[in-house]
């Protein structure tokens, strides 16, 4: 469906997704290498578990939603790729990283 129109004369860079090693232009963002590398979806709904894709690619959708380099929530548009980045589809809901609810008095 999605393929890069040149192969870039620029560096490569390598990433894993999903567990999966991959060559990617250096310039790209994760959501760019998803979808050229047909990666399919990048994270599931948190009610029905829809898988869903990289749609508007210029933050507004958040439909690119990813856990990277351990971060969840992510969007992956916005994402450049770096070497040994390390990628995983957030399957429903991602944790909120630093959120600590309840364990402070209000005051
Ligand atoms: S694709 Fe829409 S926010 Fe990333």
């Not at 860079?13 to 760019?32: C, F, L, N, Q, Y």
């Not at 990666?39 to 959708?61: D, E, K, N, Q």
């Not at 909120?96 to 364990?103: A, E, S, W």
Request: with cysteine.
């Amino acid at each position: 469906m999605f393929k890069r129109l040149r192969e870039p004369d620029s560096e490569w860079v390598t990433i894993e997704i999903d567990g999966e090693s991959r060559r990617v232009p250096k310039d790209e963002t994760v959501a760019a290498a998803v979808l050229a590398d047909r990666i399919g979806h990048c994270r599931t709904t948190p009610v029905s578990g829809a898988p869903r894709a990289p749609y508007c690619l210029m933050g507004v959708c958040f439909e690119c939603l990813m856990e990277i380099d351990g971060i969840p929530n992510r969007q992956a548009c916005m994402v450049p790729v770096a070497e040994g980045m390390v990628i995983r589809r957030q399957n429903g809901a991602g944790s909120v990283v630093g959120l600590q609810v309840g364990t402070e008095k209000d005051g």
